[in-house]
């Protein structure tokens, strides 16, 4: 199997550079691609038991589809201008690799029999349709990318099964109602580089999604914080929109957040207590904004670690913007907090503002 994933890498090293080549990256992020090969369905992770398909003479002495390399349950066909996906894929198959081609459909029968598939690459394709029952018979999908593509929306009908869907750079203006139904394994979410407004996802769109932790909605149009956002969020990627503020209710329903990114964005004023509903925030990114203070809640957050706030105007730090009174109530000290490229006279500022952050070098100063 370790052969397989050299011959894996020789055969991807002419992907295009400019993309991502989520092949690679699965194969170096999941282990059990260089061990045996799952006995029976029940060692693939899955919410519903399928049984094995039969074997049949076909399946034994199968055709691997033309432009396309395969081995042991994988089909690689990226960067080889097909315009369809290919027919006669062997029904066995857990990983189909289809990106940087010229596919502009999925249709109905496409994807039929492959019951088995865990994993699915569409990114930097042509699609800009989905058929609704395209994946009607995948009860077992857990990673869909469909990145770089021409989708109008999210597409409907998705399998249930899926614990990651990335949708990034696309066409998509508007999250229709309930577009996750019933997707209650999904985990990470990411939608990036779609000309997204938050007035365009519907107060139900994301309904059911009882255990999703992360969301990545940049390079977007948003002017706001979505409030829509399922609740227990532990990581939320807005940087690169066009928020001008932060008021209190923005935060009050993500209270389980671990890491927030609003860098990149037009933020001038930050409502006062309008963080404080993040308790368990240790990662913060408002840096390449327009914020003039330090937020007054920032002292609140007793297990904040990291900070990011550079490249802003503010001009002035008072003795308490950090640290809590009591230095012992500061739950995890900063391990660094960013101020370089502000308007600040560093030279004016009391040690004693720093008196919780950890290290030499947890502070950043400069232009």
């Not at 899926?162 to 750079?169: A, G, K, Q, S």
């Not at 019933?182 to 997204?196: A, I, R, T, Y």
């Not at 503020?245 to 990149?264: A, G, P």
């Not at 640290?323 to 900063?334: G, I, L, R």
Request: a positive charge; charged letters at 25%; aromatic letters at 8%.
């Amino acid at each position: 199997m370790r052969s397989f994933l050299f011959l894996s890498i020789v055969a991807l090293s002419s992907a295009k550079p400019s993309r991502r080549n989520e092949f690679l990256h699965f194969l170096a992020d999941h282990d059990f691609m260089l061990q045996d090969p799952p006995q029976n369905t029940t060692d693939i992770i899955q919410p519903q038991q399928t049984p094995t398909p039969q074997t049949t003479f076909d399946d034994l002495f199968f055709t691997c589809p033309s432009k396309c390399v395969c081995q042991i349950r994988v089909v690689q066909c990226s960067d080889a201008g097909l315009k369809s996906v290919p027919a006669k894929i062997p029904k066995d198959t857990v990983m189909l690799d289809l990106q940087n081609n010229r596919i502009t459909e999925i249709k109905e029968t496409d994807l039929k029999n492959l019951r088995l598939l865990y994993a699915l690459f569409l990114i930097n394709n042509q699609i800009t349709k989905i058929h609704p029952k395209a994946f009607q018979s995948m009860k077992h999908l857990k990673l869909l990318h469909l990145s770089w593509n021409l989708l109008p929306q999210i597409p409907t009908h998705l399998p249930k099964s899926l614990v990651e869907l990335r949708i990034d750079d696309n066409k998509i203006k508007k999250i229709q109602k309930q577009a996750f139904k019933g997707m209650k394994f999904l985990h990470v979410l990411e939608m990036s580089g779609n000309p997204l407004d938050t007035t365009g996802m519907e107060p139900d769109a994301f309904d059911g999604l009882l255990r999703l932790i992360y969301v990545r909605i940049s390079q977007a149009n948003l002017t706001s914080v979505p409030k829509n956002l399922p609740s227990k969020l532990h990581e939320l990627y807005l940087d690169h929109n066009k928020i001008v503020s932060l008021e209190l209710e923005d935060f009050r329903r993500y209270k389980d957040l671990r890491r927030l990114d609003l860098s990149y964005n037009q933020i001038k004023e930050i409502e006062n207590g309008s963080l404080s509903f993040l308790p368990k925030l240790r990662q913060l990114h408002l840096e390449n904004n327009e914020v003039k203070h330090v937020p007054a809640d920032i002292k609140e957050l007793m297990h904040l670690q990291v900070l990011y706030l550079h490249n802003n105007n503010i001009s002035k730090i008072d003795v308490d913007d950090f640290c809590p009174k009591e230095s012992s109530n500061k739950m995890t000290f900063y391990s660094g907090i960013s101020l370089f490229g502000n308007p600040v006279k560093h030279w004016e500022i009391q040690p004693a503002s720093f008196r919780c952050v950890s290290g030499t070098f947890g502070v950043q100063f400069g232009k």
